[in-house]
Nanobody, 123 residues
Framework: QVQLVESGGGLVQAGGSLRLSCAAS????????MGWFRQAPGKERKFVAA????????YYADSVKGRFTSSRDNAKNTVYLQMNSLKPEDTAVYYC????????????????WGQGTQVTVSS
């Protein structure tokens, strides 16, 4: 079992930045593909970013490319999402996710989810 705990959400003005963290339990964290999803009120949960187990490969949704960056520190069992140039449409609950398999598998059907952290961007 893997437990994921997000932190770092909050209220920020448009154009500002936030960094989300996701701390994972388990000694096999370094072998997991990790990712971020978000769900805005009344909308479906959508993929935001993914990072391979080594951190060498990342994928981003078109809506966040060039603004968001995912990274990980396997020594700290933590994955990060640096969010810059935030827009009001980025407002959502952000979820951390993990897969024991590949990034495509993680995007399609993660094995584990965090509880989410609220990000609110004011205009």
């Amino acid at each position: 079992q893997v437990q994921l705990v997000e932190s770092g959400g909050g209220l920020v003005q448009a154009g500002g930045s936030l960094r989300l963290s996701c701390a994972a339990s388990g000694r096999t964290f370094s072998s997991y593909a990790m990712g971020w999803f978000r769900q805005a009120p009344g909308k479906e949960r959508k993929f935001v970013a993914a990072i391979s187990w080594s951190g060498s490969t990342t994928y981003y949704a078109d809506s966040v490319k060039g603004r968001f960056t995912s990274s990980r520190d396997n020594a700290k069992n933590t994955v990060y999402l640096q969010m810059n140039s935030l827009k009001p449409e980025d407002t959502a609950v952000y979820y951390c996710a993990a897969s024991v398999l590949t990034i495509p598998t993680m995007i399609a059907a993660p094995d584990y989810w965090g509880q989410g952290t609220q990000v609110t961007v004011s205009s």
